[in-house]
């Protein structure tokens, strides 16, 4: 039977991970922004808007271990995973550019990366917010035991 110390260890395995998935995302963000100098549209923006303070907020829930970390970046990270969605289903072309709120500079239908022929910007937005979510709510049911 495992003790009480390795249940706070696994969970803050599980944050730990849900900090780098945040971490990488907002960094890869960066890179493409910054080093492939690929303007973000507005969509992208706003998932940034999300993003960008997780590494912070789940930082600070594992130094000293907080489970109230999980409780303040669960509705960020489902916040943006709703606009990754939206955007994700506006470049592949399920939602007509006519409903975008990108009516000014970039487009954001603009396709800058497409490996494998299928995995887009847009896509891999909404796989990060997807795997944090999953590890968030993973660490709340075991924090609820």
Same mark, same amino acid.
């Given at each position: 039977?495992?003790? =009480?110390?390795?249940?706070?260890? *696994?969970? $803050? &395995? ?5 900090? +780098? @998935?945040?971490? !990488? ?47 303040? =970046?669960?509705?960020?990270?489902? *916040?943006? $995973? &709703? ?5 994700? +289903? @506006?470049?592949? !072309? ?52």
């Amino acid at each position: 039977m495992a003790d =009480a110390s390795d249940s706070v260890d *696994a969970n $803050w &395995a599980l944050l730990f991970v849900c900090w +780098l @998935l945040v971490t !990488g995302a907002s960094l890869g963000s960066l890179f493409f922004s910054e080093v492939m100098e690929l303007p973000p549209c507005t969509l992208c923006w706003y998932q940034r808007i999300f993003m960008f303070p997780l590494p912070i907020v789940i930082f600070m829930g594992l130094f000293p271990f907080d489970t109230k970390a999980v409780r303040y =970046a669960l509705p960020m990270a489902i *916040a943006g $995973w &709703a606009v990754a969605a939206y955007h994700l +289903l @506006l470049h592949v !072309g399920i939602i007509p550019e006519s409903v975008s709120p990108c009516s000014q500079g970039v487009s954001c239908k603009t396709k800058y990366l497409d490996l494998l022929g299928f995995v887009s910007i847009p896509l891999l937005s909404l796989l990060a917010f997807s795997a944090v979510i999953a590890l968030l709510i993973v660490l709340r049911k075991r924090l609820s035991r």
